[in-house]
């Protein structure tokens, strides 16, 4: 099972804006190496920290532990406008991706103080 997690936290105005993303644990829906769950998902994953990271210039805190499937990227409430647009966009992926495939993806929220 892949556990992805959306980090939240209360903006100014009391918006809640996203302010990192992690995922937890194989898919088991095919064996290792094989599996097109934990691939898509890595691919989010990807996108994100390379839009984030990368394109916008965002400094954040990327975690990963490849043995467990974990990789967790934060980059902050002050950074959260500027990493929306690739925020939004991954987080809905993997929305749609443990919607299609329940027994293999749980997603949550978590709102941070």
């Known amino acids: 099972m892949t556990y992805v997690e959306v980090l939240v936290q209360e903006g100014t105005n009391g918006e809640k804006k996203i302010?990192?993303?992690?995922?937890?644990?194989?898919?088991?829906?095919?064996?290792?190496?094989?599996?097109?769950?934990?691939?898509?998902?890595s691919m989010a994953m990807h996108i994100l920290e390379n839009g984030v990271r990368r394109n916008l210039g965002i400094?954040?805190?990327?975690?990963?532990?490849?043995?467990k499937a974990e990789w967790d990227i934060e980059w902050g409430i002050k950074h959260?406008?500027?990493a929306s647009p690739f925020a939004e966009v991954v987080a809905s992926s993997l929305?749609?991706?443990?919607?299609?495939?329940?027994?293999n993806v749980r997603f949550s929220e978590?709102?941070?103080?």
Do not use: N, Q, R
């Open 19 to 41: 302010v990192g993303i992690s995922s937890v644990g194989h898919a088991d829906y095919a064996e290792s190496g094989k599996d097109v769950i934990c691939a898509a998902i």
């Open 80 to 82: 959260a406008d500027k």
């Open 59 to 67: 400094p954040c805190t990327v975690k990963t532990d490849h043995a």
């Open 95 to 103: 929305l749609s991706i443990a919607e299609e495939y329940p027994d």
């Open 110 to 113: 978590e709102v941070l103080m």
